[in-house]
């Protein structure tokens, strides 16, 4: 079929460039947000994120009549949820899967759908969401046919599609890069790909909608280990006194030998968030994931500690001063270089610990943003060159381009990236 109405529902990070996408091959794309502020931005033809190249795409898309955005979902031919799926608020050691917004989204399209329609999850899921969507969607049109009761000839086709993109490189990603199509039936697998190839050049891959979950979940957990070992390596040679960015790279010379770089932590809405989506479902299985999530967890606390030891040397070094007396600047608060995204940001819990903690001033910098979410206090924004110059720690989270280049002119320096050496 032809797909000639698309809904995206969820217009942060993923939702708005996949949007943007279709616009931009002339497709009418109907947008839906529950931030009011993000749909006027949008429906004025600006965008509330930054994403190189988004907003040239979206202000055509949306000059030229292609794309509009709105807080009510409205009838379309495809409909491609990519709403955040977060954790619930609990003490468990092993946090719980909150799929309430995967669910919101369901009871909002539910109303406007109908025979022949096509519903892809996009969001990064639990093995068994997509299963989980289709049983909401069915308890709310009885009226219609879905694939777990009526298999390849259901009215409602369901399907699976992890986005699998770099922040910073999403445009160019979107197009380039494979797509896995989990389909629940063949038939809506084929209707996806027909949907995908809208605009994608690399291969769409089928599978079952399980194991495109699945994928997802392994290639962040993945990583997450590969960094883990490169972030408890920071410490152990911490210890022992030996420069582990000197270590790394003389053993990644080794050709089958090929270690990341240590940081502060692991941020973002995928790598800090999707291993606990397999050790949740498989607790006892998952050990290596396990212990990964831990050892990348702990590490922003090490760099607190750090912090706390350089204070204590500054105030040996210079008697006639208290702590109040200290200035300390952080660089960087995103979750990764050169964005602005600030979701589940180490560099971002570090500086807000540091706040709590210390006594004296604490200012940040942060290239990609103009002005602190609202619901911190006490830090305040600066200039790199004001706060190379004025402050006495100086606490390096995340390596932006304006950090690489120059560093400050104190010695008191805690570099987590290996930038300034």
Sequence with gaps: MSFETISVIGLGYIGLPTAAMFASRKKKVIGVDVNQNAVDTINRGEIHIVEPELDMIVHAAVTEGYLKATTIPEAADAF?????TPFKNNDSEIPEPDLSYIEAACKAIAPV??????????????????????EWLAAARTDLTFPQTEGQNSDIR???CPERVLPGHVVRELVENDRVIGGMTDKCSEAAIELYKTFVEGECVTTNARTAEMAKLTENSC???QIAFANELSVICDKVNVDVWELIALANRHPRINIL????GVGGHCIAVDPWFIVSKTPEEAQIIHTARKVNDAKPEWVINKVKL???DFLQENPDKTARDVTIACYGLAFKPDIDDL??????????????MHSGHVVAVEPNITELPKNISK?????FEIARIKADIHILLVDHKEFRTIRPTSAMIIDTRGAWK
């Design 80 to 84: 491609l949820i990519a709403v955040p």
């Design 113 to 134: 759908l109908k025979k022949g329609d096509l519903v892809i999850l996009e969001s990064t899921s639990p093995v068994g969401a997509t299963e989980q969507m289709t």
């Design 158 to 160: 369901i399907a699976h």
């Design 223 to 225: 990583r997450d280990v």
């Design 261 to 264: 770089q240590p940081g502060p």
């Design 310 to 312: 350089l204070i204590a």
């Design 343 to 356: 979701r589940e940001s180490p560099a971002l819990n570090i500086t807000q610990e540091i706040t709590a």
């Design 379 to 383: 830090l305040q924004l600066t200039s």
